[in-house]
C-alpha cells in the first residue's frame, strides 16, 4: 500500500508544503528516496533505517520507494526525517494512514530513534499553516519555537516512537532523554545609554533623528570621535517591533540556527566584520540558502564599521535591499527572499590614516589616498543614505560645557520622543502599505496635499538645479524633514527650517 504525510520544505523564508509518500512492495529489498532530494537528504533512508531498528519499530524487509511531491521542487536537509519514517512504517500497517496524511512532521532523527531539534521551524510552520494545515509533530527541543505561531495544534515528541504512539500504534511507551536546543543567551539591549554620549550635538540629534524615521545614517570622523558609540545607542531608541515583525525577525533568527526561548521584540543588532563576504552579508550559499547580517538585521540596526575596508562589490550588495526593503537571492535553481527593511550605520574615518580635519594631529595621507580611501563607497550606495553627518573628537571644553551625564538626554527620553514620531506619522500615513517616513516614495510627498510651497523647498530645489543633490536625495530629503517636524510634534508640513536642518544632515560630511 501507499500511506502519505506531510512536512515543509524551505528556500529562503518561503516554504512549500511536500507530500511524503511512502510505498512497499514484495521485491528485492531495498530503500530508495525520489524527488530531488540533495545529499543529506539522500543519506535520510540510513538514518531511519537504524533509528526505527533502536527504537523498537524495524522496517520491513522489502522494497522501500519514498517520493517527495513535487517531485521537482528541490528539497534539502534532514528535516523531513521523521516524516519519512512515519509515512514507510504507516505503509508497513504500524500506524493508521488516515492519521497522519494531514499532519505536518518536523524533525530530523538520530540513530538511537530520538527526534533532534531543527534549524528553521518556526517558517516552516508558519508556511504550512499559510497552506492550511493546522496540525504539527516537532521535536521536543522544537517546542518554545513551534508554540509562537497561534492557531495551530502543535506535539512535541521526544522520540520516533512516541510520535508513532500518538498516531495510534500499539507500542509501549519507553522514556528516553530529549534532545535539546543550546539556552538561548539573552542579548543586552544596547551597549550604554545616549547619556554616555559627550559632546556632537548634532550627531546626537541626528540619531534621533534616524530612529524616528528609520532613516539609515552615514558617520565620518577621525578615530576617537565616538562613532561606534553612538551606532551601538541607536537600538535603545528603537521601539519595540510590532507583532508582524517580531514574528518575521525571529524566524530569520530560526532560519539563522540562533536558540530561541521565545519572540524577538527588540530590534536586532549586527555589526559583521569587514572581512565579511558578499554571502556573509546579505546571504547566500550554493545549495542551502542562508540569511546574512542584512537579513538578520531585519526591522533592526546593521552597523558597518570602517566601511570603506569592505569590498566595494561587497558593499554595493546593499544597494538593492535599501531601496526595496527585500533581499532577493538569486541561485540557477531557485530564488529566495528574506526580509530587509534594516537600518544601515556606515562608520568611515577620512582617510587611511584617520588624522585629515582634525586640529592636534597632522594627517600624513596624500590627496590622492584619501580620494581612493573614501571612494570605496560609491556614489549610488551613499546616494540611498539619508543623514550623512561628520563626527568631530570631543574637546574638554565641550566636555565641560554638556555636563555630566544627568543633564544630557537620556535613551528613555530619547526614545519617549521617538516614539512620538512614529505615532504622528502612523497616523499619517493610515490607509498606506508605510509604516515610516523612510518607506514612503518619494512622489507622494511631492503630491497632493502633502506637496510644499515654493518658497519651502526653495534650498533643495536649488541644490538640485545645481546638480549637488539627486532627484533620490531630493526625495530622501523631503522625508527626513517630515520627520524632524514629527519630532517637534507639528502636525502640519515641514517649515524651510525643517527642509534647511535634514539638508544640513544630508550634507554635513562634503561640508
Request: aromatic content about 4%.
Given at each position: 500500500?501507499?500511506?502519505?504525510?506531510?512536512?515543509?520544505?524551505?528556500?529562503?523564508?518561503?516554504?512549500?508544503?511536500?507530500?511524503?509518500?511512502?510505498?512497499?512492495?514484495?521485491?528485492?529489498?531495498?530503500?530508495?528516496?525520489?524527488?530531488?532530494?540533495?545529499?543529506?537528504?539522500?543519506?535520510?533512508?540510513?538514518?531511519?533505517?537504524?533509528?526505527?531498528?533502536?527504537?523498537?519499530?524495524?522496517?520491513?524487509?522489502?522494497?522501500?520507494?519514498?517520493?517527495?511531491?513535487?517531485?521537482?521542487?528541490?528539497?534539502?536537509?534532514?528535516?523531513?526525517?521523521?516524516?519519512?519514517?512515519?509515512?514507510?512504517?504507516?505503509?508497513?500497517?504500524?500506524?493508521?494512514?488516515?492519521?497522519?496524511?494531514?499532519?505536518?512532521?518536523?524533525?530530523?532523527?538520530?540513530?538511537?530513534?530520538?527526534?533532534?531539534?531543527?534549524?528553521?521551524?518556526?517558517?516552516?510552520?508558519?508556511?504550512?499553516?499559510?497552506?492550511?494545515?493546522?496540525?504539527?509533530?516537532?521535536?521536543?527541543?522544537?517546542?518554545?519555537?513551534?508554540?509562537?505561531?497561534?492557531?495551530?495544534?502543535?506535539?512535541?515528541?521526544?522520540?520516533?516512537?512516541?510520535?508513532?504512539?500518538?498516531?495510534?500504534?500499539?507500542?509501549?511507551?519507553?522514556?528516553?532523554?530529549?534532545?535539546?536546543?543550546?539556552?538561548?543567551?539573552?542579548?543586552?539591549?544596547?551597549?550604554?545609554?545616549?547619556?554616555?554620549?559627550?559632546?556632537?550635538?548634532?550627531?546626537?540629534?541626528?540619531?534621533?533623528?534616524?530612529?524616528?524615521?528609520?532613516?539609515?545614517?552615514?558617520?565620518?570622523?577621525?578615530?576617537?570621535?565616538?562613532?561606534?558609540?553612538?551606532?551601538?545607542?541607536?537600538?535603545?531608541?528603537?521601539?519595540?517591533?510590532?507583532?508582524?515583525?517580531?514574528?518575521?525577525?525571529?524566524?530569520?533568527?530560526?532560519?539563522?540556527?540562533?536558540?530561541?526561548?521565545?519572540?524577538?521584540?527588540?530590534?536586532?543588532?549586527?555589526?559583521?566584520?569587514?572581512?565579511?563576504?558578499?554571502?556573509?552579508?546579505?546571504?547566500?550559499?550554493?545549495?542551502?540558502?542562508?540569511?546574512?547580517?542584512?537579513?538578520?538585521?531585519?526591522?533592526?540596526?546593521?552597523?558597518?564599521?570602517?566601511?570603506?575596508?569592505?569590498?566595494?562589490?561587497?558593499?554595493?550588495?546593499?544597494?538593492?535591499?535599501?531601496?526595496?526593503?527585500?533581499?532577493?537571492?538569486?541561485?540557477?535553481?531557485?530564488?529566495?527572499?528574506?526580509?530587509?527593511?534594516?537600518?544601515?550605520?556606515?562608520?568611515?574615518?577620512?582617510?587611511?590614516?584617520?588624522?585629515?580635519?582634525?586640529?592636534?594631529?597632522?594627517?600624513?595621507?596624500?590627496?590622492?589616498?584619501?580620494?581612493?580611501?573614501?571612494?570605496?563607497?560609491?556614489?549610488?550606495?551613499?546616494?540611498?543614505?539619508?543623514?550623512?553627518?561628520?563626527?568631530?573628537?570631543?574637546?574638554?571644553?565641550?566636555?565641560?560645557?554638556?555636563?555630566?551625564?544627568?543633564?544630557?538626554?537620556?535613551?528613555?527620553?530619547?526614545?519617549?520622543?521617538?516614539?512620538?514620531?512614529?505615532?504622528?506619522?502612523?497616523?499619517?500615513?493610515?490607509?498606506?502599505?508605510?509604516?515610516?517616513?523612510?518607506?514612503?516614495?518619494?512622489?507622494?510627498?511631492?503630491?497632493?496635499?502633502?506637496?510644499?510651497?515654493?518658497?519651502?523647498?526653495?534650498?533643495?530645489?536649488?541644490?538640485?538645479?545645481?546638480?549637488?543633490?539627486?532627484?533620490?536625495?531630493?526625495?530622501?530629503?523631503?522625508?527626513?524633514?517630515?520627520?524632524?517636524?514629527?519630532?517637534?510634534?507639528a502636525d502640519a508640513a515641514p517649515t524651510a527650517d525643517h527642509i534647511g536642518w535634514a539638508l544640513y544632515l544630508r550634507r554635513s560630511v562634503a561640508a
Open positions: 500500500m501507499v500511506a502519505r504525510t506531510l512536512s515543509v520544505a524551505l528556500l529562503g523564508m518561503t516554504g512549500a508544503v511536500v507530500e511524503v509518500e511512502a510505498h512497499i512492495a514484495s521485491a528485492i529489498p531495498g530503500f530508495q528516496i525520489i524527488g530531488l532530494p540533495d545529499t543529506a537528504l539522500s543519506d535520510a533512508k540510513d538514518r531511519v533505517k537504524a533509528a526505527a531498528a533502536n527504537d523498537g519499530c524495524a522496517l520491513p524487509a522489502k522494497k522501500i520507494v519514498v517520493n517527495l511531491s513535487p517531485a521537482s521542487l528541490p528539497k534539502h536537509g534532514s528535516a523531513f526525517d521523521l516524516a519519512i519514517a512515519v509515512a514507510v512504517l504507516a505503509a508497513d500497517g504500524g500506524v493508521s494512514a488516515e492519521n497522519i496524511a494531514t499532519v505536518v512532521h518536523l524533525g530530523e532523527l538520530s540513530l538511537d530513534g530520538r527526534v533532534r531539534p531543527m534549524s528553521g521551524v518556526l517558517p516552516a510552520i508558519v508556511a504550512a499553516r499559510q497552506a492550511g494545515y493546522t496540525r504539527f509533530v516537532v521535536p521536543r527541543g522544537n517546542e518554545d519555537e513551534a508554540r509562537l505561531v497561534p492557531g495551530v495544534e502543535v506535539v512535541t515528541v521526544r522520540s520516533l516512537r512516541d510520535a508513532l504512539i500518538h498516531h495510534g500504534a500499539e507500542l509501549e511507551p519507553v522514556p528516553v532523554e530529549p534532545l535539546l536546543q543550546p539556552v538561548a543567551v539573552p542579548l543586552a539591549e544596547s551597549a550604554g545609554d545616549l547619556a554616555d554620549v559627550a559632546g556632537n550635538p548634532d550627531a546626537v540629534e541626528s540619531l534621533v533623528v534616524a530612529a524616528a524615521g528609520g532613516h539609515h545614517l552615514f558617520l565620518l570622523g577621525p578615530p576617537g570621535a565616538g562613532k561606534t558609540m553612538l551606532a551601538q545607542r541607536l537600538p535603545g531608541l528603537l521601539p519595540d517591533l510590532d507583532p508582524e515583525q517580531a514574528l518575521m525577525a525571529t524566524s530569520v533568527s530560526s532560519l539563522a540556527g540562533r536558540p530561541l526561548s521565545g519572540l524577538v521584540v527588540r530590534p536586532p543588532w549586527e555589526s559583521p566584520h569587514h572581512t565579511s563576504s558578499a554571502a556573509a552579508l546579505v546571504g547566500g550559499g550554493s545549495k542551502l540558502i542562508r540569511p546574512g547580517a542584512a537579513a538578520r538585521a531585519a526591522f533592526g540596526v546593521l552597523f558597518l564599521d570602517e566601511a570603506p575596508e569592505f569590498p566595494s562589490s561587497v558593499l554595493d550588495t546593499l544597494r538593492q535591499p535599501l531601496e526595496s526593503g527585500t533581499i532577493t537571492i538569486h541561485r540557477a535553481n531557485a530564488i529566495a527572499h528574506f526580509p530587509g527593511r534594516f537600518q544601515l550605520v556606515m562608520a568611515a574615518n577620512p582617510c587611511p590614516c584617520g588624522q585629515f580635519g582634525t586640529s592636534d594631529i597632522a594627517c600624513t595621507c596624500t590627496p590622492m589616498a584619501r580620494r581612493r580611501y573614501l571612494a570605496r563607497l560609491s556614489g549610488p550606495l551613499l546616494d540611498r543614505v539619508d543623514l550623512q553627518l561628520r563626527v568631530n573628537r570631543v574637546t574638554t571644553a565641550e566636555m565641560r560645557l554638556t555636563g555630566d551625564t544627568t543633564e544630557r538626554p537620556s535613551t528613555a527620553v530619547a526614545r519617549a520622543r521617538v516614539e512620538n514620531a512614529r505615532a504622528v506619522a502612523r497616523h499619517r500615513l493610515t490607509g498606506t502599505p508605510w509604516k515610516t517616513n523612510a518607506e514612503v516614495p518619494g512622489a507622494w510627498f511631492r503630491s497632493g496635499a502633502r506637496r510644499l510651497p515654493p518658497a519651502t523647498v526653495a534650498s533643495i530645489d536649488r541644490a538640485l538645479e545645481r546638480g549637488s543633490l539627486t532627484m533620490r536625495g531630493y526625495d530622501r530629503v523631503l522625508r527626513v524633514a517630515w520627520t524632524i517636524a514629527d519630532l517637534d510634534g
